[in-house]
């Protein structure tokens, strides 16, 4: 079992064709909308978190693709986010060392454990070393995104472990 690594998503390479926008605007049916939350400090990283997801058929909200948000944050740009948490079937949090400073991931967590229940929150941690992730205390609540093999060994997949030692493949959780 591995996390993800910020040099795994800076190799992952991208078809010319694909694009971030496609997972707003894309015209095949959907089943699932997942709010993927994330700081802006590492919207470098949204990209190829974005190919990983819509690559098992969900359809992502990103909030700097979202033309009706303000430029400036505001009160008007809380009650859009509020809008876009609550019509999601699945939030992710995008985890790194500098989420811990940001003011707007604490109340997006809270708001999608509020709107869309705990057991459809997980918490997709990205670290410098695959083996270590120094969490934050209440993400211990949530399930989180790993790459793992299955129990036979013939597997090598993204999965979802949670704190009652369950785990399931992330695109299970997804479907849900």
Do not use: C
């Not at 400036?72 to 876009?84: G, N, V, Y």
């Amino acid at each position: 079992m591995a996390y993800i690594t910020f040099n795994d998503l800076q190799r992952q390479t991208f078809t010319k064709a694909f694009s971030v926008n496609e997972s707003l605007r894309s015209d095949e049916k959907i089943e699932k909308q997942v709010f993927l939350s994330y700081r802006r400090k590492d919207s470098q990283f949204v990209r190829p978190i974005v190919n990983i997801l819509k690559s098992l058929g969900v359809k992502i909200y990103i909030d700097y693709l979202d033309d009706t948000l303000p430029d400036k944050p505001s009160s008007e740009t809380a009650a859009i986010l509020r809008s876009r948490i609550k019509a999601s079937d699945k939030f992710i949090l995008m985890a790194t060392p500098n989420s811990s400073e940001s003011k707007w991931i604490p109340w997006e967590l809270g708001l999608g454990d509020g709107f869309i229940d705990y057991q459809h929150v997980a918490i997709l941690p990205i670290t410098n070393k695959g083996s270590y992730w120094a969490e934050q205390e209440y993400y211990s609540i949530y399930g989180y995104i790993k790459k793992a093999n299955s129990k036979d060994g013939s597997k090598y997949d993204y999965a979802i472990f949670y704190p009652d030692g369950n785990a399931e493949w992330l695109v299970t959780w997804l479907r849900k």
